[in-house]
């Protein structure tokens, strides 16, 4: 078993849609959780922590239940440019060891 | 932009040879790490290094090694190349070693080993 796992996608959606990704982690003593966003032949740039009260930032919702040991990204309104393959990010107790999640692609539709 | 710069950009190896790739970390950034991401998965933590010593390794041979230097700057070297080393090289450094602390990435090294 993977240590993050994510739907892989593709989800391809409409302009305007409110799309959700989910990602588990197996390790109860990760510490801490982001959401990085990665362009085609790009990096990952960060585009959210995570806590476990929920945050918001703009169109972008992050939710954390480390009892179900499981995050969530919430996208609404989609953009054209949202599109892209979404991380999911989880920090060892030690903060020193990043484990990602093999990524949820995301295409957004005219 | 991080403010992490990668080089080389690009590199093209034979299988038994050796790569040095370079990182220079976001200025006040004491800590590097080192990322292989092959294509269509997400990046796999090599190690990382604060203040010029190893602190956390990932499940990677001894042939992948590393230095950071005095200004923070890191190499990521690789002996005997195999075909599987083809990959995104990714390095990120942080301004702290912290738990909470984010990890801001470089471009990368785009490696093909033939």
């Known amino acids: 078993r993977k240590e993050v796992e994510q739907d892989p996608g593709p989800f391809n959606v409409p302009e305007g849609a409110t799309v959700a990704f989910n990602c588990t982690y197996s390790n109860s003593a990760s510490q801490s959780f982001f959401w990085y966003r990665q362009d085609c032949r790009k990096e990952p740039k960060l585009l959210m922590s995570v806590y476990s009260s929920g945050n918001e930032d703009g169109r972008f919702t992050a939710q954390l239940n480390r009892a179900s040991q499981y995050i969530s990204l919430l996208i609404r309104d989609s953009k054209l440019s949202d599109s892209a393959t979404y991380l999911c990010v989880v920090s060892n107790n030690a903060g020193n060891m990043l484990t990602f999640g093999g990524g949820t692609r995301l295409m957004v539709k005219p | 932009e991080t403010g992490v710069t990668q080089s080389p950009t690009h590199l093209i190896k034979t299988r038994g040879q050796q790569v040095t790739l370079r990182c220079s970390s976001q200025?006040?950034?004491?800590?590097v790490s080192w990322y292989q991401q092959a294509l269509g998965q997400g990046p796999q933590f090599i190690f990382q290094y604060y203040r010029e010593e190893e602190n956390g390794r990932g499940n990677f041979p001894p042939r992948f090694s590393g230095l950071q230097f005095p200004n923070y700057s890191s190499e990521l070297n690789v002996n005997a190349l195999e075909l599987d080393d083809s990959a995104l090289y990714l390095c990120?450094?942080?301004?702290?070693?912290?738990?909470?602390?984010?990890?801001?990435f470089g471009p990368g090294t785009r490696l093909l080993v033939l």
């Open positions: 990120a450094s942080s301004p702290r070693l912290a738990g909470q602390e984010t990890q801001y």
């Open positions: 200025s006040g950034h004491n800590t």
